[in-house]
């Protein structure tokens, strides 16, 4: 319910209604006069706020400035990280013998090039052509089967998370080009859990692209809500010689630039950040949510080379469910970290309609392509 008090914050905020030029500057005057500079300037802070508050494009506009802001046409890259946000693969279902459903899943590995923020190429390594590789989705107890087939220029093993044997645990055997390996286990513990390519050194192999999500429900299901997957990842630009074209399955010039790698030793920091892999996508393509939609995140975090990523949105708290092995939050807050190769379920809702960011706390990744805007309706 909207108390008196609100509805006086909110005319100031969206700048509606008769006069309200005349009410902000007779609060300046009065913050001035009464709290001194830092309230006066908190008040210019809610103007300039007012100004964009209700339109995603204005938003969109006002970030024009900063690099790698552009929008990419998501037929270059063959994937689109709005599409990545809902695309959870089941796998061919069907039921073995003793009664287990068993889910199949083909994963080809291939070199290509793609774009991560406009004009900028990055010489990828992926599962079925997707940068993060596709999101796996079990019930706990499902038995799982992968036919990986390695069809790119090197070596690679598939690496899952979650409770098996050592034996298909993908860290021994190497699958060299033109080959393939079966890996099979039962989908525990429910989750959020990460596979991952396993080729030394991780930061020219998995680093490239081979990275992905394999979730496991529980066997009662999570409550209703609209479900997201999102990936913080960032990516290294090479410095010279990149310029396959974007969208091509491009062994040669990955070949040049793994081996280039090689020689200089691994890169040690992120050009380039995003959420599912193209820098600002969501601040030019605001993700659209329901007012009060029950809003459910799987949130991972593959990003190398950096000790934390985290996000942060605003407007609301998250229920945090780390690792997602619990059905009961760990915490509440609006801002989480993650270490690499951590991940999160994340649960909230917005009471009001409006735009409402989300960002890394570390502002220099924000402003090298990880922010996005929940347009809220
Ligand atoms: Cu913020």
Redo the contacts with the bound molecule.
């Keep these: 319910m909207m108390t008196k008090r609100s509805r006086v914050s909110r005319r100031i905020f969206l700048g509606g209604g008769i006069g309200v030029a005349g009410l902000a500057s007779n609060l300046l005057a009065l913050s001035a006069d009464s709290k001194g500079a830092y309230a006066s300037s908190a008040i210019s802070n809610m103007l300039d706020i007012t100004d964009i508050s209700n339109n995603a494009s204005a938003i969109a506009a006002s970030f024009a400035g900063l690099p790698f802001m552009g929008t990419i046409d998501p037929k270059v890259n063959g994937f689109d990280p709005m599409a990545i946000l809902t695309a959870f693969d089941v796998g061919k279902v069907s039921k073995l013998p003793s009664g287990q459903t068993l889910r199949e899943y083909t994963f080809t590995a291939i070199n290509k090039t793609i774009l991560v923020a406009p004009d900028k190429p990055f010489a990828a390594l992926a599962y079925n052509g997707l940068v993060p590789g596709p999101t796996l989705r079990a019930t706990q107890g499902d038995h799982i089967r992968i036919t990986f087939i390695n069809r790119s220029d090197t070596a690679h093993s598939m690496h899952f998370n979650g409770i098996h044997a050592g034996s298909v645990d993908g860290l021994i055997e190497s699958v060299a080009p033109g080959t393939q390996m079966v890996y099979e286990f039962d989908a525990q513990p429910f989750g959020l859990h990460l596979y991952q390519g396993f080729t030394l050194p991780l930061t020219t192999h998995m680093f490239k692209g081979l990275y992905g999500t394999f979730i496991v429900d529980p066997p009662q299901p999570r409550p209703q809500a609209l479900e997201l997957f999102m990936t913080l990842n960032g990516f290294v630009l090479a410095s010279d010689g990149q310029n396959a074209k974007p969208g091509s399955s491009s062994a040669t010039a990955s070949s040049s630039k793994l081996s280039q790698d090689a020689n200089n030793g691994p890169p040690d920091s992120n050009n380039v950040y995003a959420v599912n892999t193209v820098a600002y996508h969501f601040i030019k393509n605001p993700i659209a949510i329901p007012v009060n939609k029950l809003v459910r995140v799987y949130l991972v975090n593959v990003t190398e080379f950096d000790a934390l990523n985290s996000f ?3 407007g609301t708290l998250l229920n945090i469910y780390r690792t997602g092995t619990s059905l009961q939050p760990d915490e509440t807050n609006n801002t989480i970290m993650l270490a690499p190769g951590q991940r999160a379920i994340l649960e909230f809702s917005f009471k009001t309609a409006g735009q409402y ?3 890394a ?1 570390q502002g220099e990744y ?1 402003d090298l392509g990880y922010m996005g805007i929940f347009d809220v309706k």
Excluded: D, G, I, K
């Design positions: 942060h949105v605003h960011m989300f960002h706390y924000a």
